[in-house]
């Protein structure tokens, strides 16, 4: 049973679009959604975080949007640029055996075409 | 500051033999967690360590174990090696588990078993 679901599987935009991608969460005890960038040949990076108190959190050109009520948050990408090309991870987490383990989402590989 | 080191990069094993992979943690980092990543099935948990002790277990197979030493660094052991085996293996350390501050992850170690 996937816990988080996440798409698109994959997306291409053009250079100064806007990149949208979406997860869905079932366990209401995940109560921290990070979202992690993997580049080729490197482990995934720690891009942006979230916790269901907050509906929005922006850094930068990276904004995450939290839906509680409906167990659904997105990352939106501004002004996607040829550098933003990755697989990006939505990831749940909530405290297990006294730490926080994250689940994740299967991943979307972002193309931004220049 | 050094990240997180995984060692080897790559390995080539036979189905049947074992193998074993190692991570450094950042240093001042207590938490190891080990995760699979394949493109069927994302990012999977395997482990988490916490000074010296397992902490939290995936739902994987007991032919896949590991360890923590004093220092922090870490192995992972799969034996009977099977070619679903065959993988990205991911180390990621973090500073204080019990809070969610999300993980570090290593280059990870290309398993390939033919």
């Known amino acids: 049973q996937q816990q988080v679901k996440q798409s698109p599987q994959s997306l291409i935009v053009q250079k100064g679009g806007i990149s949208i991608i979406n997860c869905a969460y079932e366990?209401?005890?995940?109560?921290?959604f990070p979202w992690y960038q993997q580049f080729p040949g490197k482990g995934p990076a720690l891009l942006i975080a979230?916790?269901?108190?907050?509906s929005e959190k922006k850094e930068g050109r990276f904004t995450i949007s939290f839906n509680k009520s409906a167990k659904q948050f997105s990352l939106h990408i501004m002004d996607s640029q040829p550098g933003d090309s990755a697989t990006y991870f939505c990831a749940a987490s909530m405290r297990t055996g006294g730490s926080y383990i994250p689940t994740f989402g299967r991943g979307t590989s972002l193309i931004v075409h220049p | 500051k050094a990240g997180v080191t995984q060692t080897p990069r790559y390995l080539i094993k036979t189905r049947g033999q074992q193998v074993t992979l190692s991570c450094s943690p950042i240093?001042?980092?207590?938490?190891v967690s080990w995760y699979q990543q394949t493109p069927g099935q994302g990012l999977q948990f395997l482990f988490e360590y916490f000074s010296e002790t397992q902490r939290n277990k995936g739902n994987f197979p007991g032919r896949f174990s590991g360890r923590q030493f004093s220092n922090s660094r870490s192995e992972m052991n799969v034996s009977t090696l099977e070619l679903g085996d065959s993988a990205l293996y991911l180390c990621a350390s973090s500073l204080d588990p019990g809070t969610a501050y999300g993980y570090t992850f290593g280059s990870g170690t290309r398993l390939t078993v033919v």
């Open positions: 240093s001042g980092h207590r938490s």
């Open positions: 979230i916790r269901p108190d907050v």
């Open positions: 366990n209401t005890a995940f109560d921290y």
